[in-house]
């Protein structure tokens, strides 16, 4: 388990599609069509959410949040790229 949390694991799910968007952006410099459908897609079948190096679950009353590191963007966004140039083959 990391040290810090807060540190390790800066983003919440908005912050982190955010994120995502921006980087796609600048590489592919196409509109990309990354959603938070795709984010969640990615995420439930690389068990991103299970990684405490991409992802740590706060319990926060009765809801769970779910906070990302720097490392999940670059892997969520690295597997959409690749995903995105296997499609357009």
């Known amino acids: 388990m990391p040290k810090d949390i807060e540190k390790t694991h800066?983003?919440?799910?908005?912050?982190?599609?955010?994120?995502?968007?921006?980087?796609?952006?600048?590489?592919?410099?196409?509109?990309?069509?990354?959603?938070?459908?795709?984010?969640?897609?990615?995420?439930?079948?690389k068990a991103i959410k299970t990684n405490q190096n991409y992802c740590y679950p706060f319990q926060y009353s009765k809801n769970k949040i779910y906070k990302y590191s720097d490392e999940a963007i670059e892997y969520i966004t690295s597997v959409y790229i690749e995903e995105n140039k296997n499609q357009k083959k």
């Not at 983003?11 to 590489?27: G, M």
């Open 10 to 45: 800066p983003y919440e799910t908005k912050q982190v599609i955010k994120k995502i968007c921006e980087t796609l952006t600048l590489s592919m410099r196409v509109n990309h069509g990354f959603t938070s459908n795709k984010f969640q897609d990615i995420c439930r079948r």
